[in-house]
Structure formats: structure tokens, C-alpha cells
């Protein structure tokens, strides 16, 4: 079973920046791709971002050119890094992992920006 465990969430100002991160454990972390959703309060589950196992990455027009998904192979980390943060990125950040035909969650990682 594949463990997925978030950290770096917390309480930001409006333009500040944190750095959320995605550690994997308890099996052959071989993914097809890891992504990045959040859910705010009465909102559905929303991609925010997302990286397949050959590099590639993928965004939500909302955060286009103000996030960057990223990994580090030998930490098993995948990382989204966010900058010019808006209250309306406020929500729970979740990250998840595809290997063949499973899908793997983490718990989430609170995210608030206000002033």
C-alpha cells in the first residue's frame, strides 16, 4: 500500500508564496503521475496541477504561471511550489498518485491566504 503524506500548508498573506510537499512510502513508488487537487468549503475536488513519470507537467488555468509542480526522484517527493498566492487559493490541498490501475490519496494540507 502506498502512503502519500502532505506538508507545508498553512495561513499566508494575499501575493505571499509556500511550498506544499507530497512524500511517498511503502511501496515501489513507480507512478504513471502525480497531481495536486484541492477543495475548498462547498466546492467540488479540483486538478490543480500534475506530473507524469516522464516529466511532464499540467495546470489549472487558474494557476497557470503562478505554480510549478516539480519532484525529486531519489526523496520519492513530489513538491508544488506557489507563488502570488489569492485568497481564493484557499482550500485543502491533496495529493495523489496513479500506479497502473490505483489511485492513491493523501490526507491534505490546509491552505489559507487572507490578510
Known amino acids: 500500500q502506498l502512503q502519500l503524506v502532505e506538508s507545508g500548508g498553512g495561513l499566508v498573506q494575499p501575493g505571499g508564496s509556500l511550498r506544499l510537499s507530497c512524500a511517498a512510502s511503502?511501496?515501489?513508488?513507480?507512478?504513471?503521475?502525480m497531481g495536486w487537487y484541492r477543495q475548498a468549503p462547498g466546492k467540488q475536488r479540483e486538478m490543480v496541477a500534475g506530473i507524469t513519470s516522464g516529466g511532464n507537467t499540467n495546470y489549472a488555468d487558474s494557476v497557470k504561471g503562478r505554480f510549478t509542480i516539480f519532484r525529486d526522484v531519489s526523496k520519492n517527493t513530489v513538491y508544488l511550489q506557489m507563488n502570488s498566492l489569492k485568497p481564493e487559493d484557499t482550500a485543502n490541498y491533496y495529493c495523489?498518485?496513479?500506479?497502473?490501475?490505483?489511485?492513491?490519496w493523501g490526507q491534505g494540507t490546509q491552505v489559507t491566504v487572507s490578510s
Open positions: 511503502g511501496m515501489s513508488f513507480d507512478y504513471n503521475a
Open positions: 495523489n498518485a496513479t500506479i497502473g490501475s490505483l489511485l492513491f
